[in-house]
């Protein structure tokens, strides 16, 4: 019972790598969503897929793109990393057909930009 | 726009007290959904509850429990009789009705330690 699965769980990258962070849901979710996490600030969103084969810019899309590559996986770019971009990245999916269910949560991923 | 303020940055309480954690929203929407997560120290989000706009019933689960006051624009969150397990930081979010991709809105949240 996997649930949100994120990978990797650290990452350290100099500024200007570029990287792909991966998230798969085993919950047969429509909807997914990428959060960053700094402190103070609580959980901003950066990219979401309402359903298969659709993006949307969340509130902090600059800097990111996204891959709805397929129902269960939702892949977060980072082109061009800057330090800015250190920050925990979580993945979340939901039921997108009823609109109070929970979203739900990956274990987050831990990205340090030097 | 929706937005959702804990105003409590961190709380420090001894074991067995109670503690009330604040949630205030603002939204325009007349139907929305609540919710409070927990982040233990390993750093998971753990979804504990959701509320309704149109249900104004508090909850109680436990030694947890809810009051959503829409007057003040309120959800707050009361742990009775505080253990260390429930050390970690408290976000409270917001969501509103569309159908589509069900965006939440996060408080600042709310570092809670229980001291032994």
């Known amino acids: 019972n996997a649930g949100v699965t994120q990978t990797p769980k650290f990452q350290v990258l100099k500024t200007g790598q570029s990287m792909t962070l991966q998230c798969a849901q085993d919950?047969?979710?429509?909807?997914m969503y990428w959060y960053r996490q700094d402190p103070g600030m609580g959980l901003r969103l950066i990219y979401y897929s309402a359903s298969e084969g659709t993006t949307d810019k969340g509130e902090v899309p600059n800097g990111y793109n996204v891959s709805r590559l397929n129902k269960r996986e939702f892949s977060l770019r980072l082109e061009s990393a800057a330090p800015s971009q250190t920050s925990v990245y979580f993945c979340?999916?939901?039921?997108?057909?009823?609109?109070?269910?929970?979203?739900?949560f990956g274990d987050g991923t831990r990205l340090s930009i030097l | 726009a929706q937005k959702v303020t804990q105003a409590q940055t961190e709380i420090s309480v001894v074991e067995k007290e109670d503690v009330t954690l604040d949630c205030v929203y603002e939204?325009?929407?007349?139907?929305?959904?609540l919710f409070w997560y927990k982040q233990p120290p390993s750093g998971e989000l753990v979804f504990l509850i959701r509320r309704n706009s149109f249900d104004e019933q508090n909850e109680i689960s436990g030694r947890y429990s809810w009051n959503f006051q829409k007057s003040t624009s309120s959800f707050n969150f009361t742990i009775t009789a505080s253990q260390v397990v429930d050390s970690a930081v408290y976000f409270c979010a917001l969501r509103g009705p569309f159908q589509g991709a069900q965006k939440l809105v996060f408080g600042q949240g709310t570092r809670l330690t229980i001291n032994p």
């Open positions: 919950m047969n979710h429509n909807s």
């Open positions: 979340a999916s939901s039921e997108m057909a009823v609109s109070n269910q929970p979203q739900h």
């Open positions: 939204t325009r929407d007349t139907t929305y959904y």
